[in-house]
């Protein structure tokens, strides 16, 4: 069975926080694209303050079956 996690890391310049956050979503189809969305749970949403528009640098590592994907917030629209 393949495995994937998802990560979120918030750049430490815009916000940090010990608070580690978990919960399980699932990757849906972009309509018109081959591409997926995951969706940010509404509690990571508002404990964060994050916005429609912010950016985030997306990267993915493979060990074995288990897949990381972590997103770092790299800008903060307003």
């Known amino acids: 069975m393949l495995l994937v996690h998802i990560a979120q890391k918030i750049n430490s310049v815009q916000r940090s926080t010990d608070e580690k956050m978990s919960k399980t979503v699932k ?39 288990t897949i990381t994907i972590s997103y770092e917030l790299v800008h903060r629209s307003e």
């Not at 990757?27 to 591409?35: K, M």
């Not at 940010?40 to 508002?46: L, Q, S």
């Open 27 to 65: 990757a849906r189809e972009h309509y018109g694209a081959n591409s997926l969305d995951l969706t940010i749970p509404t509690d990571m949403v508002e404990n964060h303050e994050l916005n429609s528009g912010d950016i985030f640098d997306v990267n993915i590592e493979q060990d074995g079956d």
